[in-house]
């Protein structure tokens, strides 16, 4: 099949109480990493390109990336899809150059400025046959060249979804309950530590996703900054040569749950960064002799794989439901 919008992906997801992976890629291992996890667990999934990747990668070779890609898996469902689109224009560009869907993430304005930029971009994306994800709250962490220092974010109010939503038209919402960008998502002082001195996280405002779920029955509900940092991979950074300390996410069950809730999309980025770091610091260590790129990025791309798979198995519950 070609590159899908996610309206069918997520109605499935709300209906099966599971959500779809929208994973960020970069280069040509992420892509196919993800992709042959996805491919094998027979799972939809959400390809993904920041401005940050266009910069770095250019928008025609990871269009290329992934189209390559959906020939290689002609059985799942994938989207293309803009994350944190910035600008009218910037959304217009993807959309114009092949992506299924946008986000507009104006969340950072005024509530009335999000509205009227949301809209426009919905008007648009609808008549070229693309969706838009839109942002209510501000997460912590660094995206892009924004930095939100944690503690700073703000909560999604659930009294605006409503209004947003039906003066955007947009598909889906992304809303802050307090995950965030990034390997370093709490402060050593949000957290507790437990008997093994590892810190634990505050949990998740489960109060706050279920009171805008009872305002928009029926709606595809999206989290960023959801990786989980697993602390197996921050050890192999640190014990390779890397420092990462106090490097920490949000735990796989809180995100299990709100995936069995109305959470259709969670965003994941970080834990692939981590996953083909860790193996080529190790590859690097065990092998100073190899200066063949594929000798460490083909571990690497393994490893963005079993992450994948990992996170499609135990966190988002997609496989099977390609
Ligand atoms: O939300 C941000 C994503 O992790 C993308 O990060 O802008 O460094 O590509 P990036
Ligand atoms: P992480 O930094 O938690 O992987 O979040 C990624 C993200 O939200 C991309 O939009
Ligand atoms: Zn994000």
Redesign the pocket.
Known sequence: MPLVTTTEMFKKAYDGGYAVGAF?V?NMEIVQGITEAAGELKSPVVLQV????RA?ANHKYLVHMVQAAVENYPDIPIALHL??GDSFELCKSCIDGGFTSVMIDASSKPFEENVALTKQVVEYAHAHGAVVEAELGTLA????EVVVEAGKESYTHPEEVEEFVSRTGCDSLAIAIGTS??AYKFTPEQCTRNEEGILVPPPLRFDVLEECIKRLPGFPIVL??SSSVPQDMVKIVNTYGGQMPDAIGIPEEELRHAAQLAVCKI?I??DIRLAMTAMIRKHMAEHPDHFDPRQYLKPARQAVKEMVAHKIVNVLGSDGKA
């Not at 920041?50 to 990747?53: D, Y």
């Not at 962490?141 to 892009?144: I, N, R, W, Y």
């Open positions: 960020n970069n920041s401005k940050g990747a770095y994350d944190h962490g660094v995206e892009d960008h990034g960023h900054g965003n980025d970080s």
